[in-house]
């Protein structure tokens, strides 16, 4: 079965060389997507087939890593061009937009799977855990696929959702946490109280000390895709019935620092001013 990938960023092309590590040849189509990407995605093995109408006759798998935000677009892009096999939705995406994804593809002729990735880019074994759900998934057909590679799967439920909310569950914790972090030390810059709080941080949670700094360093480059992702998130406890405010919150953080995108050598200073400064 022949696998393709929509669009290999960081953990797209991640997965595919993954693939290539247990024996299998990954698609992409390279229409439309920047240098950057064609470098990345040549470098960890996969074939460029040029157009997405390509990629979908040639592909019996097709898996969507992509912006939460252009999740839905991606599906029904791919559904418009009829393809007839399996759609694994691996976006941080909230159950509902899982479901509404697979309503799109299925109405086209495709099997739907669900899934939630968390970790980092699959480079290391141990790290990383590809979260499966939907009936589709309990065949196998995906999960056998990574044997043997640094990504690891789990299956987590028949209906499909299951396994965006544990995307959105888990990473309500990491990628909240960070955005309040980031808020807090914002906070007390704007006040002139930033002496006082790293006293009290060093007396009573010296872990915070370390840690605001590396979340400027693992955050501000990629906050521009998180904006999306803590929106689904508020949209997912929301639709449990709990107060989704304060990942609306954490999208305003993450949107405040989107320029930076990119950028390695983001600093504290980038991150706080970005944060206490009016906009335009």
């Not at 998180?226 to 508020?234: C, S, V």
């Amino acid at each position: 079965m022949s696998i393709g990938i929509i669009h290999p960023g960081a953990m797209g092309s991640s997965l595919g060389a993954a693939l290539s590590a247990g024996g299998h040849t990954p698609h992409w189509a390279s229409d439309g997507r920047s240098q950057a990407t064609r470098t990345r995605a040549a470098g960890d093995g996969l074939v460029d087939v040029g157009t997405l109408r390509a990629l979908t006759n040639t592909c019996d798998i097709i898996i969507s890593v992509c912006p939460p935000a252009e999740a839905v677009n991606v599906a029904e892009s791919v559904a418009a061009l009829s393809f007839t096999g399996m759609y694994l939705d691996a976006n941080a995406v909230s159950p509902a937009t899982a479901r509404t994804i697979a309503g799109r593809v299925e109405s086209a002729g495709a099997t739907f799977v669900d899934g939630g990735i968390i970790g980092p880019p699959a480079r290391h074994a141990g790290l990383t855990v590809l979260y499966l759900s939907g009936e589709a998934a309990r065949c196998n057909a995906i999960a056998s696929r990574f044997e043997g590679s640094p990504l690891a799967t789990h299956l987590v439920g028949a209906e499909p959702g299951a396994a965006s909310a544990v995307k959105m569950a888990f990473a309500a914790w990491t990628k909240g946490t960070s955005a309040l972090l980031l808020a807090v030390r914002a906070l007390a810059e704007a006040e002139g109280v930033t002496e006082g709080l790293d006293h009290a941080w060093s007396v009573l949670t010296p872990e915070l000390i370390d840690r605001f700094p590396a979340t400027v360093r693992g955050t501000a480059p990629k906050a521009w895709r998180f904006a999306g992702e803590m929106r689904e998130i508020a949209s997912t406890f929301d639709h449990a019935g709990l107060p989704g405010g304060f990942h609306e919150a954490a999208a305003e953080i993450y949107e405040a620092l989107s320029d930076l995108r990119d950028y390695p050598d983001a600093t504290e200073a980038d991150v706080i001013q970005r944060l206490t400064e009016p906009g335009p």
